[in-house]
């Protein structure tokens, strides 16, 4: 079956600008969540859905970060006034239930410029 | 300190030999679980082997197999009979708490080179 997939796969932005980022989990899984991983790194935690609600979205950076489940499929993480720093792979991932082995997309390559 | 920690950031394996991944791990809560992904250079994390901190046996997946040793907090990724694909980047990753507690903590991974 198919995959996480994640659009776009690569986002050039400016400085100051805003971006969105989308993910679309497994048919099914009720779990998502969002991953920053910059060059030579591990993924950093930013936040997970259960359903359409955040359970813990304590990895946001600050309040310029925002995602949205609104049903509890499809995800959107939107970064306002973006900055150069902001930039990274951008990592979704989805399992089944909680407890579960968390299964990922491809990620999205954001570039601020 | 770091939660999670890989001290080599780069190996170089023959084809067809066993390899060692290091990691270890600190945490308080007696309720955890440990995982393994590895990431090719298109970027996908793939998963492959989970570890609980309840479990009494050290978990195996085919090729892979993890070292859990709860005392010296170490989890270890050993892939025998190495292969040319498996050359990627490996990451350790620890989940805190309970059920609920989704959270991955990743490591800063250990690049392996598979060598014809």
């Known amino acids: 079956g198919a995959g996480v997939s994640q659009t776009p796969s690569n986002k050039v932005t400016e400085k100051g600008k805003y971006v969105e980022l989308r993910c679309d989990p497994i048919?099914?899984?009720?779990?998502l969540y969002w991953y920053r991983q910059s060059l030579g790194q591990g993924p950093e935690f930013l936040i997970y859905?259960?359903?359409?609600?955040?359970?813990?979205d304590s990895g946001l950076p600050n309040d310029r970060f925002f995602a949205v489940r609104p049903e509890g499929s499809v995800s959107t993480l939107k970064i306002q006034r973006t900055e150069r720093g902001d930039s990274a792979v951008y990592l979704c991932?989805?399992?089944?239930?909680?407890?579960?082995?968390?299964?990922f997309g491809p990620g999205t390559r954001l570039t601020v410029l | 300190a770091q939660k999670i920690t890989q001290t080599q950031p780069g190996m170089f394996v023959q084809e067809k030999e066993a390899v060692t991944l290091d990691c270890t791990y600190d945490?308080?809560?007696?309720?955890?679980?440990l995982f393994w992904y590895k990431q090719p250079s298109s970027g996908e994390m793939i998963f492959l082997i989970y570890?609980?901190?309840?479990?009494?046996q050290n978990a195996t997946e085919g090729r892979y197999s993890l070292n859990f040793q709860k005392a010296r907090k170490s989890a270890n990724l050993v892939i025998s009979a190495s292969q040319l694909g498996d050359s990627a980047m490996y990451f350790c990753?620890?989940?805190?708490?309970?059920?609920?507690?989704?959270?991955?903590?990743f490591g800063t991974g250990t690049r392996l080179t598979i060598i014809p």
């Open positions: 991932a989805s399992s089944p239930y909680l407890g579960n082995e968390q299964f």
């Open positions: 048919s099914g899984h009720t779990a």
């Open positions: 859905f259960q359903g359409t609600g955040a359970a813990d």
């Open positions: 570890q609980g901190s309840y479990d009494q």
């Open positions: 990753a620890m989940r805190e708490g309970g059920f609920g507690n989704e959270k991955l903590t």
């Open positions: 945490t308080s809560d007696p309720s955890y679980g």
